[in-house]
């Protein structure tokens, strides 16, 4: 059990290009999470997959992002056109659904995105 | 909503001091609670986690926690701290969405500084 991985680990881009994070879960987990993290602060839900199928999405999920996880099992999230206040590290997790309670998330390393 | 307040975003203490780091959470809803560290420029790795039963919860490198209902807080205990424990801890909360997922709410975290 390699744990979650998540490439590139940093990433440095201009304003208006487009990024794409992946994140590799623990094998056999079928939850997966994202997260963003800007500095000072606690990390905060961006969307939720169940298998292959996207379940929640939160409002700070701008229709610039997007966020694939064909298969179920790696997953992507891409932002276009980035601007300055996408900079902050995406954090993936993943956890094996359990029954009548909440799972337990495993994270990554995560990625840190700097839009100049 | 649910939410959850670290109440010390910095705390210094003296190695092999205890260390008792606070937080309060907010749910109208059964919850689970966790703690998470992080350490600079990583992921979130799991402390503890409490998710049903005993109310004293232990985890690993020697941390402990409380759930107690009755004061909505989840507060994270060591008695003896050491250097390689000082990193930035967050509390976390999870509910059912009510989509299938048990996202995380996280606090804004504490920075221990373990002071030789």
């Known amino acids: 059990d390699t744990g979650v991985s998540q490439n590139p680990r940093h990433k440095i881009t201009k304003r208006g290009q487009n990024v794409t994070f992946r994140c590799d879960p623990i094998?056999?987990?079928?939850?997966l999470y994202w997260y963003r993290q800007t500095l000072g602060q606690g990390p905060e839900f961006l969307t939720y997959?169940?298998?292959?199928?996207?379940?929640?999405k939160s409002r700070l999920l701008s229709d610039r992002f997007s966020a694939e996880r064909p298969k179920g099992s790696f997953s992507t999230l891409e932002i276009q056109r980035t601007e300055q206040g996408d900079s902050a590290m995406y954090l993936c997790?993943?956890?094996?659904?359990?029954?009548?309670?909440?799972?337990?998330?495993?994270f990554g390393p995560g990625t840190r995105l700097t839009v100049l | 909503a649910q939410s959850v307040t670290q109440l010390d975003s910095q705390v210094p203490v003296f190695e092999e001091a205890p260390v008792e780091l606070r937080c309060n959470y907010s749910?109208?809803?059964?919850?689970?609670l966790f703690w998470y560290v992080q350490y600079p420029n990583q992921g979130l790795q799991l402390l503890l986690k409490?998710?049903?039963?005993?109310?004293l919860v232990k985890g690993i490198n020697g941390f402990e926690a409380e759930f107690n209902k009755s004061q909505t807080s989840f507060h994270l205990r060591k008695p003896s701290v050491h250097i390689s424990d000082t990193a930035e801890y967050f509390c976390?909360?999870?509910?059912?969405?009510?989509?299938?997922?048990?996202?995380?709410?996280f606090g804004k975290g504490t920075k221990l500084s373990v002071i030789p």
């Open positions: 997790a993943s956890s094996l659904a359990r029954k009548g309670g909440a799972d337990t998330q495993y």
């Open positions: 094998s056999e987990h079928n939850r």
């Open positions: 997959f169940q298998n292959e199928a996207q379940l929640e």
């Open positions: 749910s109208s809803v059964s919850v689970y």
């Open positions: 409490y998710l049903s039963g005993s109310t």
């Open positions: 976390a909360v999870a509910v059912d969405s009510g989509a299938g997922s048990y996202q995380l709410t």
